[in-house]
């Protein structure tokens, strides 16, 4: 094993051009952990807040990007079950993905699913995470009921509108060009509304008959609160899970009281590989097979070299993906 390797760091808050690849010492694992030699390693809006100064990672974790990965596994930590030197995994982490080793808690590793290459397995545990927590642990979403996933077209809306409609939900997106939401179409939502040149509001209103959604999964937050909640149906839930549109807005209290709707929101990062494994098993036993079957697939936008991470950044930014942008190492 060698005592180094190469991976992405922000050298200080700012652009794109601020992330270098560079020699850093080799991460060990510790007890409970695995190390894994990395093949590819997912983008995700959360690693563009990390390089301009806006989400450091847990204390005790790698200050280098990257919250996904998938490779081989070349080292198990003490007390490590399950998991042995030349498995090939998939593995969602607090940091340090961006690179040509990583350690994962064991918690969060998962089986790389078969047939799915390595940029696909790759691209699969951040989103995966993200939509199976609050999508369905924390929204509730159940077969025969209706969801609203805003920005259809990014890593979380397509995974989303797939795995709402495997398990039986009738599914809604947005989506800022007519392009976008006829690919949302295709991938299996019956309805794409298109942001720039219409309410989304009246659209759902139109759609549900007036009834609203039961679940809106919302990225954008404040932007759209009021127009979020007038969407929901009596008994609706109301999930944030980002802030692209402000952090901070007025709430018709007695509106929601009224309704009986439910607001919340969560962040994956900060919670404990304990609780993160509680979603892995649920993922394990619930979605695993339906990768494996082919019945749900994640959506690659475009592929960089580690090396220019730089560029995948440039991309995701520029918001014009459809799908995810994968790094290979």
Known sequence: MPTTM????????????????RATPMPEPRGGEVLIRVESAGVNRPDLRQRLGGYPPPPGVS???GLEVAGEVVEAGAGVEGYRPGDKVCAL????????????????VLPWPKGLSAVEAAALPETYFTVWTNLFRIGGLREGQTVLIHGGASGI???????????????????????????????????????????FEEEIARLTEGRGVDVILDMICADYLARNLASLAIGGR?????FLGGGKAEVDVEGMVRKRQTLCGSTLRPQTPAEKGLIAADLAQHVWPLLESGAVKPVIHRVFPLSDAPGAHRELEAGQHFGKVVMTV
């Open 93 to 108: 982490v607090a940091g340090g993905g961006y690179a040509e080793y990583c350690v994962a808690p064991v918690e969060q």
């Open 157 to 199: 809306g397509t995974t989303a509108i797939q795995l709402a409609r495997a398990f039986g939900a009738r599914v809604f997106v947005t989506a800022g060009t007519e392009e976008k939401c006829a690919a949302c179409l295709e991938l299996g939502a019956e309805a794409a509304i298109n942001y720039r040149t219409s309410k």
């Open 6 to 21: 190469n991976a992405v760091f922000a050298r200080e808050p700012g652009g794109p051009d601020v992330l270098e690849l």
């Open 238 to 242: 109301l999930v944030v899970i980002a």
């Open 63 to 65: 200050e280098a990007l």
